[in-house]
Nanobody, 126 residues
Framework: QVQLVESGGGLVQAGDSLRLSCAGSGRTFSVYAMGWFRQAPGTERELVATISRTGSTYYAESTYYADSVKGRFTISRDNAKNTVYLQMNSLKPEDTAVYYC??????????????WGQGTQVTVSS
């Protein structure tokens, strides 16, 4: 089992930056792909970014971003701290949503992730 706790959300203005953190429990954190999803009122939960399980000699760590955030958001992980980050730059009002981190398989679909945090609100004013 993995328990996830997000932090770092808040109210910012358009063009500002935020860094979200997701702290995970458990010694097996590094074997999971980690994803950041978001959900705005009245919309479905959508993938923002995902990072594969830790790389090895046989494969490199991979990342994937939604088109809407490419070039603005960066996902990273620190397995020593059991933490995954989402650096969000050049924020736009349309980025306003509750952001969730999740642990599971490297995939764009929410159904591929088994463990979820409680979410953190990000609000971007124009």
């Amino acid at each position: 089992q993995v328990q996830l706790v997000e932090s770092g959300g808040g109210l910012v203005q358009a063009g500002d930056s935020l860094r979200l953190s997701c702290a995970g429990s458990g010694r097996t954190f590094s074997v999971y792909a980690m994803g950041w999803f978001r959900q705005a009122p009245g919309t479905e939960r959508e993938l923002v970014a995902t990072i594969s399980r830790t790389g090895s000699t046989y494969y490199a760590e991979s990342t994937y971003y939604a088109d809407s955030v490419k070039g603005r958001f960066t996902i990273s992980r620190d397995n020593a701290k059991n933490t995954v980050y989402l650096q969000m730059n050049s924020l736009k009002p349309e980025d306003t949503a509750v952001y969730y981190c999740a642990a599971g398989y490297f995939d764009s679909q929410a159904s591929a992730y088994d463990y979820w945090g409680q979410g953190t609100q990000v609000t971007v004013s124009s």
